[in-house]
């Protein structure tokens, strides 16, 4: 029984091809385990390993690297506040703290913090997988997490990639 | 005042606010015209010499030399690859992402020109993993301008062929080094490397690689363009032509300027920014990036010449990524530098240990000096510390105990303390001390 689904195998091996060594596609079929499964699981790092023919381990290695890659279930939706200087300064934390408040026991939704987003121009800001939203205060930024937590607003994957009709 | 921008690589995005980043819209503004040009020609050392001869310097924040680096290649040494360093991090540096969004068009064509001038056949782009939107319009132009003829085989009948690849990194600053990139897109951990090698002798996969950064390349079609002579007339001294810089803070007007070189620092603030917030004034500003060191009110610093090497040789940092980040007098420097420090703390890599460990304890003395805990001693025990990774404390983050920039940057924030604000921060630890005796 593999981890991936038949078409998600088909584009898992279209990946691997895009590379001169296997190895390569370690990150890109993390990103698609994520699309799938909504998280990074090991049988899903199990299966990578057979895709890119290096070791499991080798593939947990470089996993446990990143901090897009989920090794433990998240929510539906990842929220990603950035508190680093600029939107230090201009409300950042404020934001954080309000949002980890508000949906500490809502098991649908993940608050982080995280660095620097490259949206400093329109501090404070925050993504919701990976869509950004800027200039916020607390109260917008919630009014926005629960656009998507009531589907209002279509939100992409938790790896960040658009949902494939 | 200087507040006009001269818009080389940002103009299309501006001048097409709702197309510019489809295939129709960069077509029906000239993109992929150089592109025929140059292969229409066929002469890949003829675009070598022009971007040696444009002075064009890399954009990502070491400003070295593009054309030198290229001409680093080994003669007739194939495969070899082209990287598109597209993992923007640096806190306040917001232009690369606007690049990719706003423009992938005229980053493809450089990617393709540039492909051809140093004779490499297959190029990727390492693109932060964040940039969802950007990876949906970069992988989207991509596929087009390849229904189009301008990439893949035999590109527009030349006999030159490309295949590039988007790659998306999965969030550690690190991978905007080099080396680190070079690793993260091997499927490792995003470790550096011991250089030498260099990677034009052998980056990825052990071959012979060059790393660009995205504003870099995207330049490159303005300058074959124009010719390289020409672009070394805009800018000024041997910072050649303009410069996205992303401009944050407390500012009026936040965003993105292209700057030509040669203007101020003052300029940059009060000019393209619209100067500080109503009723506050500067306090400190940081000229290119979080790793280099601050500058402040003084006239010394806000007349400074907006010149990569003015400012190297006259202010002890750097204008870095093009990054200016601005506060004023509501702010607390400590508070900012113990931001920085939990930034490089939490983004080292772990390979070298004077990062690995200086980087945590520093951000935890700041974090006590920042939050009312401090002691008398605390800032020289942080150049105490900071020198363990960036021996001339003065100087840094240009010397080093580790492979990479990323730790001696810690030590940037810590030298800019004791520069401008020793007195200041004296005064507040004792009164601290004083509070919890």
Known sequence: MSFFTEPNRVRAKEIVARYPRPKSAILPLAHLAQDQDGWLSAAAMDEIAELTE????????TCSFYTMLKRRPCGKLVVSVCTNVTCLVTGGPEILEHLEEHYATDPEVTVEEVECLAACGGAPSMQVNYEFHEKLTAETAQGIVDEYRTGSRKARTISGSVVQP | MIDQELRIVTKRLHER???????DGALASGAYETLRAVLAKGDPADVQEQVKASGLRGRGGANFATGQKWSFLPADLFPRYLVVNGDEGEPSTFKDRMLVERDPHQL???????AFAIQCN???VYLRGE??????RLTRAIDDARAKGFLGENILGSGFDLELVVHRGAGAYICGEETAL????EGERGMPRLKPPFPAIAGLYAKPTVVNNVETLSTVPHIVKMGGAAYAEIGVNKSTGTRVVAISGHVKKPGNYEIEFGCTFRDVIYGFAGGIRDGHELK?????????????????????????DFVQQNLGTTLGSGAVMVFDDSTDPLLVAWRLAKFYAHESCGKCTPCREGTGWIEKVLYRMSHGFGRPEDLDLLISVGAGISPNVATAPFT?????PLGPSVVSPIASLDKYFREEIAERLSADAGARA
Not at chain 2, 108 to 114: A, D, H, L, N, R
Not at chain 2, 131 to 136: E, N
């Open chain 1, 54 to 61: 290096v070791t499991a381990a080798e593939v947990q290695g």
């Open chain 2, 400 to 404: 080093q105990t580790t492979l990479c």
């Open chain 2, 108 to 114: 493809i064509e450089g990617i393709i020109v540039s």
């Open chain 2, 284 to 308: 400190f500003f940081l000229p290119g990036g979080a790793s280099f060191q601050w500058l402040t009110d003084r006239d010394e610093h806000l007349d400074a010449i907006y010149d990569i």
């Open chain 2, 182 to 185: 070079i690793e993260s897109l």
């Open chain 2, 122 to 124: 297959k190029a990727f």
């Open chain 2, 131 to 136: 940039f969802a939107l950007g990876y949906d």
């Open chain 2, 17 to 23: 606010p709702d197309d510019s980043w489809t295939i």
